[in-house]
């Protein structure tokens, strides 16, 4: 699996847009890119995962660069609750190797 | 999104016993399960991949005969932690995917203390 890079962590306002970046730079053509959640002490949630293009569903949106080298994961209104480790995965097959993952803190 | 559970959430054993955790997919059928545990602050570590009806795969590091892995139906997986030791204390969390390239459902993890 290609090794992805975030900064370990940064926070928002509350009801502002969230963007949390990754870099993948040595990611195979094959590789998706995944982006899972954890709360404390909880099991990780799936967020979204993308292979080329942008894609959005009712909690995300993700953003690939045309060279797919990095990518961004859009949170529209971040909420409290949306306070977690976000983890950005490149993987090709169902293995997923979790770095350290972004802090993300939500501010009122 | 797709349901998993894990049963029990908590667990607190004495050192030498085994202990069975059970992984379960509510409403899909997961053709792969996947162990992982966590320590404290740390992020999660792949421990070993089942597929139905086969043997499970296991990291590299991780014993075969010390974490036992069952996967049985499509729905259900189980790991038992055999001769358990304080440092096998840690969260055991499941996942479940409908196949290579499906994304992958996550339990909500079990915690393990070993007394």
């Known amino acids: 699996d290609a090794k992805t890079t975030q900064p370990p962590s940064m926070d928002c306002a509350e009801g502002r847009a969230a963007n949390l970046p990754c870099n993948h730079s040595?990611?195979?053509?094959?590789?998706?890119v995944y982006w899972y959640r954890q709360i404390h002490s909880q099991g990780p949630q799936y967020i979204i995962h993308?292979?080329?293009n942008n894609e959005t569903n009712e909690m995300a949106s993700l953003i690939i660069t045309e060279d797919r080298k990095s990518s961004t994961l859009i949170l529209p209104h971040a909420t409290l609750r949306d306070t977690a480790v976000y983890y950005c995965?490149?993987?090709?097959?169902?293995?997923?190797?979790f770095g350290k993952g972004i802090t993300l803190s939500v501010r009122p | 999104g797709a349901v998993v559970s894990q049963h029990p959430s908590r667990v607190i054993c004495k050192s030498g016993t085994s202990v069975k955790i059970e992984c379960r997919s509510l409403d899909f059928q997961a053709t792969t399960m996947f162990w992982y545990r966590q320590f404290p602050k740390k992020s999660l570590m792949l421990m070993a991949t089942s597929n139905e009806g086969s043997k499970a795969t296991y990291e590299q590091g991780v014993e075969k005969d010390k974490f036992l892995i069952n996967h049985a139906s499509l729905t259900l997986s189980t790991l038992t932690v055999t001769s358990a030791h304080p440092e096998d204390s840690s969260f055991y969390i499941c996942?479940?995917?409908?196949?290579?390239?499906?994304?992958?459902?996550f339990g909500p993890g079990t915690r393990l203390t070993v007394t």
């Open positions: 995965i490149a993987g090709a097959n169902s293995k997923l190797t």
């Open positions: 040595t990611i195979s053509g094959n590789e998706y």
């Open positions: 993308g292979l080329k």
């Open positions: 996942s479940a995917s409908l196949g290579a390239g499906w994304e992958q459902y």
